[in-house]
Structure formats: C-alpha cells, structure tokens
C-alpha cells in the first residue's frame, strides 16, 4: 500500500437526503468529500446486537484501545517482515495482502488462500464483513473479546517465530565468522596442525597467540622474557593475515596464567584451543545444519509474518467498523438508518476532506458549532469540547465533529 494514501470512515445519518434514501445519502456524502479531495466507496457494515447505552459507552472505550493495540500489531508484524526482508520494500510490499474469502475460512484451505490474496486497498474498498469469523449475530461484547484474543495471538505467534528466526540467524553469523574472520577470532580447527600442540604433558603447555601485524616484528625478540619459565626458541609462526600473526610458544603449566595475562598486557590475543579429532568436519557439519535451520526458519517466519500481517489488518478495519456502529448509535440514535463510506484520501487532502465535510454536515451538531463572520464553522467552544469528551464523543485527534469519522493509514 502506498504510503501517501489516508483513509477517512465516515458515517452519516440517511436524513442527509430528502428523500431519507441510503443511495442518495451515499451520494450526498460524495458530493460533501468532493472528488478533488479523495475518492467514496461503500462500506457497508451489518446492523448488530445493541445493549444499554451504557454498555455501548463502556464499548466505544474499549473499542478505542483495541483499534490501538490492532495498529501497533500491525506495525510490528511489518517491522518483522522488514527484517526478514532486509528493508526490500518492493518483496515487502508483495508480501502485505490481505486474505479474507468467507470460502477460504470455512475450509481454512493454503492453496485456496494463495488465489483470494489482494492487496489492501482492494480490501478495504470491497470491504464486506467477515460472518464466518466474525458473526454478526452474536453480542458486540463477543465480537470485541473475540477480536481482542485474535489480535493477542496473532502478536505472540509472529514474535515468537521471528525471535526463533532471529537466534538461529544470530548462531549462523557467529558459526559463519568463525570461519571467515581474521586470525584474532576465527575457527583455529582447520590452522593449527596437532602436531604443533604438546599434549597430555604435566609440565609443559602449548600456547596460541594471534599478535597484531604491526607488533609482529617484536614479538620474537621479547616473547621469552615477559614471563618466567618460557620454553626458549619455543615460538613457532603458524599463519598469518592481513591483521594478524598466530603463534605457537609453550611454557611450564604452573605459570601459564602469568603468560597469558603479560600476553594481554603486550596487546597480544590468546587464544584458546583444544585439539579435537576430526574437529575440523565436525565444525563443517554444524555450520551446514544451522543453515539449513536458518532457512527453514526464514521460510516459516516470512509466511507467518505475511498471514500474520494480513489478519492483523482484518482484525484492524473490523475493529474500526464496529467503532463506526457504536458512534453511530450514540450520535444518532434508533432506529438505525446510516450510510457509511470509505474516503481515500492523502494526507495533505484528508484536512480538506473534514474542512468540506464540516461545512456540508456541521447542522448535525445542532448548537455544539458556531460560526465567524464569514459564515465558516467555528469549532473553539472549549465548554463545548470538554462535555463532548466527558461523553465520549471526541474524535482521534480530540476534535469534537457532527458527524462519525475515522481516519488511519495502513502502511
């Protein structure tokens, strides 16, 4: 979806029209957005149970924080995919459709859901809802736990596999540069030939030392004299990098430590080695077997993140049409009889939609508007807005309008 596009719900009252008519209200709310300022699509949304008003007012709160706890899930679902990705918008952004064919739910069928995906602006704007999941029989307090607990689920399965993903990922590299890296830090398996190494000695020890190039020169010169009980003209050269040069120098055990810690001193790395048969094929067998994880894990954290994605947005816009139902019973009342449509806009134009709209409609708010002397809607009666919010019908933005409406971005 791009990121310019900003959605506007609105729901208004069939009494717009003379004729108190659903089409023609749709068509008074058209004529109220203009087309210079977005584009008006039907969004239709079933009639549900209604409880006391105050339910409906516990509801309206409930529903608020749910809509924020859905547009976070949102959020950190793409971030994932982001990551598994690699930032690459254009695999991105294949990857956020939304799939909500009743047919698909019913048979909860993978192949079939590959053939229904759209992407979300084709959802949203052929948006119908969801009865299978969703079913609009039942009490809205059903509907809100239900989306709540899907919402929670959807959140814990994707973090869990991508932090899955992302350990694994993160044992890969280490394995990876273990074999890649310099001198200082890589696998010494494949280096150090045994035959160096005195083993199985109950005085004497085998060192490895990684000295940085530019101390190389020295290091032969005073390697016997920073500690005691150095085993003279013990150094052997093993390899050497661009950063690094290994050494092998032995010592009497019972001042190996001295050794080690004077080593640290000079700027020199120890390393520590335990010669292991058939170590080397061993190390080549792991690092193999953890990629092959990686990418079973990659495979099943892209796919959760995907359906994961598109059903936190489902769950998302059904959260928002249920709070578009209950504004639009407590700011209209019963019996119901309300046109709702879907205003794709940008950001820059979505202020120009509401400013056309408060004009055209503002006569719903009876008194709560004034005017200036320009006969333009004056919206600064702060007694006004401090009882509106009091009763909760204060927009996102703490704006009290005359009409329902909704504004989001899904990116």
């Known amino acids: 979806m791009s990121k310019g596009t900003k959605y506007l719900l609105v729901s208004l009252p069939t009494s717009i029209s003379p004729s108190n008519d659903h089409d023609e209200a749709l068509t008074a709310l058209r004529s109220g957005v203009t087309t210079d ?14 409880g006391t008003l105050d339910a ?72 119908t809802w969801n009865k299978v999941k969703y079913r609009a029989d039942k009490p809205l307090s059903e509907l809100i736990d239900t989306l709540q607990k899907e919402v929670v689920s959807i959140d814990n399965d994707v973090r869990q596999k991508y932090n899955q993903y992302n350990q694994v990922k993160t044992n890969l590299t280490t394995l990876q540069r273990k074999q ?9 398996t494949a280096i150090v ?18 000295v940085p190039s530019q101390l190389a020169s020295s290091f032969p010169k005073i390697y016997e004299t920073i500690s005691p ?15 690094f040069t290994l050494y092998a120098v032995t010592t009497f055990k019972k001042y190996s430590q001295e050794f080690i810690h004077k080593a640290r001193e000079q700027k020199w790395i120890p390393r520590e080695f335990k010669y292991t048969e058939g170590g ?29 994605w598109g059903e936190a947005v489902m769950a998302w816009v059904h959260v928002l ?18 046109v709702c449509g879907l205003v794709k806009t940008t950001p820059k134009l979505a ?20 005017r200036d002397k320009k006969g333009r809607i004056a919206k600064d009666d702060s007694s006004t807005s401090a009882d509106m919010q009091a009763t909760g019908h204060m927009g996102d933005g703490g704006d009290y309008s005359a009409y329902v409406c909704y504004d989001f971005e899904i990116n």
Not at 321 to 338: D, I, Q
Not at 351 to 370: H, T, W
């Open 321 to 338: 049409a249920l709070r578009v139902f209950v504004e639009t019973v407590l700011r209209y009342g019963l019996p119901l009889a309300f």
């Open 56 to 127: 409906l007012v516990q509801q309206a709160d409930e529903l608020a924080k749910l809509e924020t706890s859905c547009q976070a899930v949102v959020g950190k679902v793409g971030d994932s995919l982001k990551a598994i990705l690699e930032g690459d918008e254009s695999k991105i952004s294949q990857q956020k459709t939304v799939n909500d064919s009743e047919d698909f739910w019913k048979t909860a069928n993978y192949i079939a859901a590959l053939m229904v995906v759209e992407p979300v602006d084709q959802y949203l704007r052929s948006f």
């Open 180 to 188: 890649t890296g310099n001198l200082a830090s890589k696998s010494l």
């Open 193 to 210: 030939p045994p035959s160096l190494l005195i083993r199985d000695s109950d005085y004497l020890e085998t060192h490895l030392i990684a």
């Open 280 to 308: 080397r094929e061993a190390e080549a067998k792991e690092v193999e077997k953890v990629a092959k994880e990686e990418k079973k894990l990659w495979g099943e954290a892209l796919r959760l993140g995907r359906t994961g």
């Open 229 to 243: 009980w150095v085993v003279p003209r013990s150094a052997q050269r093993i390899d050497a990098d661009d950063e």
């Open 351 to 370: 202020k120009k939609a509401r400013n056309s709209l408060d004009q055209s409609y503002s006569y719903l708010a009876g008194n709560a508007f004034g």
């Open 37 to 50: 300022f977005g584009i008006v699509t039907p969004f239709p949304i079933p009639e549900f149970k209604i």
